[in-house]
């Protein structure tokens, strides 16, 4: 793992965000989530230099929402230096959906 990717985790591991699940290195079809919050659906990607492709990203993506997950990126920066208003986007991806 990246010293980002390091860094989240401890933040996530042991259900230590709202007592939500998170599991590193997760598969999803063809693809490995850095993240992953199955009960939520929500998939949390740390990009670093290697996403200079921003076409693979984006057919990655279509293909985990096609499949009913939610996807949040953030860049390596974000975390090493702003992880508490990470934190706060995962948070609010976590709440369920106000009634219609």
Not at 13 to 30: D, I, M
Not at 78 to 96: K, N, Y
Request: hydrophobic share 40%; charged share 25%.
């Amino acid at each position: 793992m990246t010293d980002a990717e390091q860094k989240l985790w401890h933040a996530l591991r042991h259900k230590q965000l709202h007592g939500h699940r998170f599991r590193r290195q997760h598969p999803v079809g063809p693809y490995i989530a850095d993240f992953a919050c199955i009960e939520a659906r929500l998939i949390i990607e740390v990009d670093g230099g290697q996403h200079n492709d921003p076409d693979i990203d984006t057919q990655r993506d279509e293909f985990l929402t096609s499949h009913g997950w939610c996807v949040l990126r953030f860049w390596n920066n974000q975390v090493l230096v702003e992880l508490d208003g990470v934190l706060e986007v995962i948070t609010d991806a976590l709440r369920p959906a106000p009634p219609p």
